[in-house]
Each structure stands twice: as C-alpha cells, then as structure tokens.
C-alpha cells in the first residue's frame, strides 16, 4: 500500500489552516446499536506510520467502544476555516485497547499515550464519562504514568476508503471524490 | 411546547462566537441506506417560529433525502471555536420539499429561499451534485427567482430530543445532558 493521493491535498490543507489549533479538530460520525448516527469532535493525532491510517485517541468507558463493535464503519467530517475546504473521510474503525495482541498496534499505543500533553492523559483518570456527575476531587487525580498507559487508554484508528474533498474558494467550487478500489485509489472529479 | 432550556445556552454560544462565520457551520451525521453513517458541515439558519427545531436548507438532489427515507435520526455537532464548547443535538429530521401539503411549512419554506444570499440561491441551480463534473458553463446559470424556490430547495428541519453539552474551559470542565420526555426537558449533569 503506498502514500494516498488525498494525503498530500488533506497535509496542504493542515500545513494552510496551522495558525488554529482547532483546525486539527474533526467531527467522528458512528452509528449506534439502536441504529441512530453519533457525531462528536475528537482531536486529529497524525497518521499511523506517516501511512493513510488516521489516528485519534479514546477512552474504553466512553460510548465509541460499543458502537464500534455494532458496526465499524465511520465518517469523519473536517472542515478548515481559513481555506474554505471540507474533507469528508470515511472508512472502518479500529479500537486498539490494552488487550490488543499487535505488538506493533501496542507500541504505536504507548506512543501516543506519551506524547500526549500531561492533562490529556489525566482526563483518562478522571471519573466514568458520562455517568452522573462525580465529587470535584475525583476530577483532581494525581498525574498518571507518562510511560505506560492507563487501561483505560486506546489508540483509534480510521482507516479510510473514500475521501471526498469539496474546495468552497474554487470557481466555482472544486469537489473531488477519491475511492479505494482493490489497493488502487481513483480519483474522479464531481459536480460541486 | 415551551422553549427548551438549552435553547438560552445555545443562544449565549451563538452570541460570543459571533466573530467567526463558520461558529454557524454544524456537522449532520446522518445514516446512509447501506447501515454506514455520513457526515457533512451544513449551515444552521436559525430556530423554526423561534422555537426548537433548527433550521437548515438542503438540496433534494443530495444524498441526504434517501438518507431520511431510510433512517429519520440525526445527530448534530457543533463546535464553538472562541468558547471551547460543543453541542451533541440528536433529533428526526423532516425535509420540506415542494410537495409537502403543510401551508405554514410552505411558507417557511419560502422564506428562507428569500433569505437567502442570491449566491446561494443560484447554487440550487447549478448541474446535479455528486456526478461527473459538468461543463464549467453550467455553473454560472441566471440568477432564479428570488421570491419562488427552485424546485429541488428543500427546508430540512431538525427536531431535537437530546442534547449534549460540555464545556471544555470548566474546572475541570462542564456537561450537561438534556433529553426530551413527554413534552418535558429533563437536566442531568454528567461527568465530561
């Protein structure tokens, strides 16, 4: 598998936008186990080996794990402010969790999980997300270990199949869809 | 039915984002007739009659209607830049096409064609979106009528009944969860 043609466009795209931090913001969009979409914004974290797997981070206890596992597929919507451009990803998840016996996928976990900022990986500590709100001091845990990665941690993986890339600023406007057909991405340009 | 409480949070949202345009750009995930979700940026146009339900403008010859016609549910998400707040709003979407009987739904219809900027009016004119490119030509057709709708401008309405809200700049952060219940908002707040 080599380098996607959408990944130099998308790297522009970011290098274009890097004055924002929320540039690096995307909205994740799952399907539920009662058959309704999720969407919430997670945070951009790089490719998987500089390849054409997104990675994000997650916590297990959250809602994603569940919803991954009744059907992998998902949607990830980025839209880049000073450039006018939308890039709408979409392809399947993966959930690397501690149980993970990939000891490349488990290294890239680590690695993640140290080069995460210090309240980042204090976050993975904090009380259940999503339960009934917790005494404040459970939202104060002492910092926990910068090299190993709590339980709870998980590396999250997209890995896409089909880019569709809309340019707002072109005349009029530019949309291309790319498709991955048998390791071979096609590109085919559309109606905006 | 009242004005939902987080109508006011949303409102104040709205009001301190206000320097950027693109705080009015919401993500729509959705879900495709194949059970996978898709996930798009669509501008909000405001409260229908100021109540609950959002307003939106799509094209009927966009995916989004066999979307709807399979699975009526969507979740909306909304990331405000300046306050570092989101909004997860889960509802049934309704699209207002040219054949729907309702006289008031009709009018609204109407009105927010006549909102509209002609740019954006004349975007419903251009060739069918999502095939092959057409000739540049077709991208610049006579500005259309400003007082009727085009026939393919559809009002999308969205009909929350959860809403999900975190502030990300509290100490340590905020959420809230709102759900519908027989007419009634319940508040619960929740860990982040």
């Not at 569940?66 to 992998?72: D, F, G, N, R, V």
């Not at 000891?103 to 339960?131: D, N």
């Not at 089909?162 to 707002?168: A, F, Q």
């Amino acid at each position: 598998m080599s380098l996607a043609p959408w990944r130099s466009i998308l790297a522009r795209a970011l290098h274009r936008n890097r004055s924002l931090p929320y540039a690096r913001y995307v909205q994740l969009a799952t399907v539920r186990p009662n058959g309704k979409p999720a969407n919430r914004t997670i945070v951009f974290r790089g490719f998987l080996n500089d390849m054409n797997q997104l990675k994000f981070v997650s916590d297990n206890r959250s809602e994603k794990p569940k919803q991954i596992e009744y059907c992998p597929w998902a949607e990830v919507c980025w839209y880049f402010p000073n450039t006018h451009e939308q890039f709408r990803i979409a392809g399947k998840l993966s959930l690397i969790d501690r149980t993970n016996p990939d000891e490349s996928l488990q290294k890239a976990r680590k690695l993640i999980w140290q080069e995460l900022s210090e309240s980042a990986r204090t976050q993975f500590a904090w009380a259940h997300p999503g339960q009934p709100r917790a005494a404040s001091e459970t939202f104060s845990p002492p910092a926990p270990s910068q090299s190993d990665p709590l339980e709870q941690f998980c590396l999250l993986l997209l890995d896409p199949v089909e880019v569709d890339h809309l340019e707002l600023r072109g005349e009029p406007q530019n949309r291309h869809q790319y498709h991955l057909e048998e390791d071979t991405w096609k590109i085919e340009e559309v109606n905006p």
